[in-house]
């Protein structure tokens, strides 16, 4: 990527629109055999890019303990109904 | 009394100009409620409603342009108790003054609404709705948290469907009061508490499933419209409601119907996005190899074009010219030979004296097979018994081989 943002730091969505940008240029034949390979291998660097972004996170589902008003914990949070106490009440 | 000339002289529209910008500047006649009775109604094809509020004793005429009545979610009828908010003012046309209705309520809501009514212009008034401040929601999320009752319907639907959308989600519940006279504030508060402690969080979803205007007023206070729209992170209302709006709506940079809703509208649905890109993937693949295809074609006609202009073409001109010169050439050979030919003829008349027939005159004979015609030159070409014919001068004579002998010189 010739762009000095970090990966991390440019959204899923703008690498798809580059994705289908790189699209159309392809559709349209317009480029030379050089520039037609470089741009083919950036839109499979894309898109494996962009499959890493959606694999990113790890699923976790947390609940947050409130302590003081600097201090907190999670603890993981249990979906069945009643399980949970809620300290502030 | 001709004394009229003298003193003033309106026109009518003057008149009547004059007496509507009176109206207008009395600030008691502006931005008024009015409680009535709805009668008269007609709603005319342009849109526009015309109706009569009146009340035992008396009645005003009213009208409640299109862009107002827009959003009206009742239709008035006769006899509708009503509260209307508006402006009296002139329709100078007719001298006549009347009530510009903004807004039209049903009198039975009672004073909840009439707060809500009041905070909610206040809070337009000051920015707190614009469009301009609200902040956009990242296209894939990866933290959210949900503040809500741990333990209602509300956290279980936000979890299962956000999860069924988007399987490796991380979300943090953070629990809380969401009716009562405290839970306004609690909720507020759990709002700030994340903007301080949690910066990666994305955004919250805020709200509870539905219930009366009373069970839903948390969503309708002041304090919690506040750290709504002072919260750094996307704020998103999920307040279970089906017609009407809380102000936590208003000001939240999305809002939702219900909490289902709001994990349905806030996270992406991961298959789709992955065949989406799978198929932007293809697409590029069979349209990178459809331009090498064409590139091929292109060297191979630019290749066939330069047969006629290129190196290539100037060695079959030569080839050609190789061609040329070397049938002249042949030519030329030709002549020779026919000339030299000519000349062995001339030649062969002297040449006679040496042909056979002149060495059999002298005494020499020519000895062939029969059959065959063979001449024969040496003893292998003849057995003992074979038929032969010896030429001489002026004939042939048949003979037959009695014995082969060879003779040494």
């Not at chain 2, 459809?290 to 074009?305: D, G, M, Y």
């Not at chain 2, 004296?353 to 020499?364: D, M, N, T």
Request: net charge positive.
């Amino acid at each position: 990527m010739k762009n000095k943002k970090k990966v991390e730091d440019i959204p899923f969505e703008e690498y798809l629109r580059k994705l289908e940008k790189i699209v159309n240029q392809l559709e349209e034949g317009e480029l030379t055999l050089d520039e037609s390979v470089k741009t083919y291998e950036e839109g499979m660097n894309i898109s494996k890019i962009c499959l890493e972004k959606l694999n990113k996170t790890k699923k976790k589902i947390e609940q947050l303990v409130i302590e003081g008003e600097e201090k907190y914990s999670t603890k993981p949070f249990s979906e069945k109904k009643g399980e949970n106490t809620i300290n502030e009440f | 009394m001709n004394n009229y000339t003298e003193s003033k002289i309106y026109s009518v529209s003057k008149l009547n100009k004059y007496i509507k910008n009176l109206f207008e500047n009395d600030f008691n006649l502006q931005e008024i409620w009015i409680l009535g009775e709805i009668s008269n109604f007609k709603l005319h094809s342009s849109g526009h409603m015309y109706f009569v509020l009146k009340d035992k004793e008396s009645q005003i005429r009213c009208v409640m342009f299109r862009g107002n009545n827009r959003n009206l979610r009742f239709m008035p009828v006769d006899g509708m108790k009503v509260k209307v908010r508006g402006d009296v003012s002139v329709y100078e046309k007719r001298g006549e003054y009347q009530l510009y209705v903004k807004e039209i309520i049903e009198a039975g809501k009672g004073e909840l609404y009439l707060a809500f009514e009041r905070l909610k212009a206040k809070l337009r008034d000051e920015g707190l709705f614009s469009e301009e401040v609200k902040k956009k929601l990242p296209f894939i999320p990866q933290n959210i948290a949900v503040i809500t009752s741990p333990t209602g319907a509300a956290i279980r639907d936000v979890i299962t469907i956000s999860l069924r959308r988007f399987p490796n989600l991380s979300i943090l519940v953070v629990p809380s009061l969401v009716q009562g006279t405290s839970a306004a504030q609690e909720i507020a508060k759990k709002i700030d508490f994340l903007n301080k402690h949690f910066k990666d969080i994305d955004f919250i979803i805020i709200g509870r499933g539905g219930g009366s205007l009373e069970e839903l007023w948390a969503f309708n206070e002041e304090i919690l419209a506040r750290s709504i729209y002072n919260s750094k992170i996307p704020i998103v209302s999920a307040v279970g409601h089906e017609t009407d709006f809380t102000i936590s709506d208003f000001v939240a940079d999305l809002r939702s119907p219900t909490p289902s809703a709001a994990a349905e509208m806030t996270i992406p649905d991961k298959n789709s996005l992955i065949n989406n890109l799978s198929l932007l993937k293809s697409k590029i693949t069979r349209a990178a190899k459809r331009n090498f295809e064409l590139k091929t074609e292109k060297i191979n006609s630019v290749s066939r074009s330069l047969k006629y202009q290129g190196p290539e073409n100037k060695i079959n001109q030569y080839y050609q010219y190789i061609d040329e010169f070397s049938a002249r050439l042949n030519s030329r050979i030709k002549y020779l030979v026919e000339l030299y030919e000519e000349r062995v003829k001339k030649d062969s008349q002297r040449l006679d004296s040496l042909s056979p027939w002149a060495v059999i005159e002298r005494g020499y004979s020519i000895c062939r097979k029969i059959p065959g015609r063979e001449i024969i030159k040496r003893l292998e070409q003849i057995e003992v018994g074979t038929k032969i014919e010896v030429i001489i001068s002026d004939g042939k004579i048949l003979s037959k081989v009695e014995k082969k002998e060879v003779v040494s010189n």
